[in-house]
């Protein structure tokens, strides 16, 4: 938990490059990250936002939503649904 | 109606209520997430049987709603990642059409999306997407 919350960005680029390959190079950026009470109890869910290029090769990164890898399991969810293909 | 027009029909008196569904052919596979709010529930699930894939949808509804024929109310408490309850009362929309279009969405309310043109202007033909880590199911974050 620690090492997650000390560089969530990084985990979750790992995740990415496992999960979906080649779509963390689309990544241009992250920020938010935040602490949040979850059901689970205070400071249980971590969320943040990653900026992509808009490209269609997205597609396979929100499909991947919700699987596991190394004990993390990431949801994907766009802000804006509109601006993905 | 098909599902598909229906579930439009449902959601444009609900613009607040927005999912995505894709079709995939993995078996037990939570695909996506649904967004009530800007909060985040696990309620989505694609499942790939012997023949079909079924595609089913829960989202939230008032208790009132008439559902369409496709719909079917159920109630089962659902409680969003901060613990709040969320509702009691959910529709449910199934499709074992095995021809399941490729996406399924609805929008993100104006609203929600970021605010300005500056923000948009800097950052052109980019996407944001959020993404949530809940230790109930992720195991690094526990």
Redesign the interface.
């Known amino acids: ?1 620690k ?2 919350v000390a560089n ?1 960005a990084v ?2 680029l790992q995740w990415m490059h496992e999960m979906s390959p080649g779509r963390h190079a689309l990544a ?1 950026d992250s920020w938010g990250w935040e602490l ?5 109890g205070p400071n ?11 490209d269609p090769s ?2 396979p ?3 991947a ?4 890898h ?15 293909q | 109606m098909t599902g598909r027009l229906a579930w439009f029909f449902c959601w444009s008196k609900h613009p607040e209520i ?1 999912f ?1 569904v ?1 079709n ?1 052919d993995r078996d037990h ?5 649904l ?1 009530v709010k800007d909060e ?1 529930l ?1 309620v989505i699930q694609m499942v790939k049987g012997n023949k079909d894939t079924v595609a089913t949808v829960l989202f939230p509804c008032p208790p009132d709603i008439k559902l369409d024929d496709d719909f079917t109310a159920v109630s089962s408490p659902v ?5 709040r309850l969320v509702t009691r009362n959910l529709a449910k929309w199934s499709s074992t059409d095995s021809t399941l279009p490729q996406g399924i ?4 309310p104006m609203e ?3 605010k300005g043109t500056s923000w948009e202007q800097r ?1 052109a ?18």
């Open positions: 938990m090492k997650l969530p985990r979750v241009k949040q009470s979850g059901a689970a249980t869910v971590i969320r943040g936002l990653f900026r992509f290029k808009q997205l597609e990164l929100l499909t939503s919700g699987r596991s190394n004990g993390m399991r990431a949801y994907w969810d766009p802000v804006n649904w509109e601006q993905t | 927005w995505s894709e995939q596979q939570i695909c996506s997430a967004s985040v696990e409680l969003a990642f901060n613990g969405r609805g929008a993100v929600k999306r970021p950052h033909n980019t996407t944001v997407i959020r993404v949530t880590l809940d230790s109930r199911v992720c195991l690094a974050a526990s």
